[in-house]
């Protein structure tokens, strides 16, 4: 656990693929597809170091669905270290407004929600109506309806999530690196340029001015035919 934090939260590591040009999306914020098989293994042996998964409710939409563990030495790895072999898929969504009948809920893994006040009680009238369930909702939410992260991370750590792979979208990326609760960057550089101003990014929200950026260390660069894995660490003072 970072030593600046008096209360204990999850290590949360950000793990996405981007084109040259830094866009996890086209323009129409299409599925990001362009990745390579060897990136996909990369994720999926990131996700298996994970106690949970965490992603927005947009990647939810844009995709349908998560990625599970499907590789039978990583699925051994977690067998030998004593946890369930799925990581926890954790929805991120202050609204809980998602179509119900997206794959996703059909997925052999465990779901949960972190959302607000509002977003729980919308989605409690959804199981009224017989969809099914997360298995756990959490709720974490300021006086004024917003999402309160550090309440959040610390009902997660609580709950057992000790490692965490945050795999976007940039909106939510942007939001826990404001509230300084992201420790590490996995980027991997996809050899296409999609360009267009409105394409999302790895990092969207309102933006840091320059003073204010937030520096990180490069730990390690591999390259693999024509994509290059990046692994970061922020640094703190």
């Known amino acids: 656990m970072p030593s600046h934090f008096a209360i204990p939260r ?11 040009d830094g866009k996890i999306a086209d323009v ?9 098989s060897a990136d996909r293994t990369h994720l999926e042996t990131q996700i298996a170091l994970a106690d949970g998964v965490l992603f927005g409710a947009n990647t939810l939409r844009a995709y349908g669905t998560t990625l599970g563990i499907s590789n039978p ?5 977690r067998q030998q270290g ?15 407004d998602f ?28 199981q009224a109506s017989g969809v099914e369930r997360f298995e756990r909702i959490l709720v974490a939410d300021t006086s004024t309806g917003e999402m309160d992260w550090k309440n959040a991370f610390q ?29 590490e960057f996995w980027l991997t550089i996809c050899p296409l340029i999609l ?12 933006g840091f001015f320059s003073h204010l950026a937030r520096p990180l260390e490069l ?3 591999q390259t693999i035919e024509h994509e290059v894995f990046l692994h970061y660490r922020l640094q703190r003072s």
Do not use: N, Y
């Open 155 to 183: 009902q997660l750590i609580q709950l057992g999530v000790e490692r965490l792979a945050l795999l976007g979208g940039g909106e939510l990326v942007a939001a826990l690196l404001a509230a300084d609760l992201i420790d």
């Open 73 to 77: 030495k990583l699925l051994q790895l």
């Open 99 to 126: 179509d119900p009948q997206l794959r996703f809920f059909r997925q052999q893994v465990p779901r949960w929600l972190l959302t607000t006040a509002g977003g729980a009680q919308h989605w409690q009238k959804e």
């Open 28 to 36: 129409a914020r299409s599925p990001a597809r362009f990745s390579s």
């Open 219 to 221: 730990l390690t660069v």
């Open 195 to 206: 360009g267009g101003r409105t394409a999302p990014t790895p990092v969207a929200g309102e």
């Open 10 to 20: 999850p290590h949360t590591t950000v793990v996405l693929a981007m084109s040259a």
């Open 82 to 96: 004593g946890v369930p072999p799925q990581p926890v898929q954790i929805v991120c969504s202050g609204s809980a």
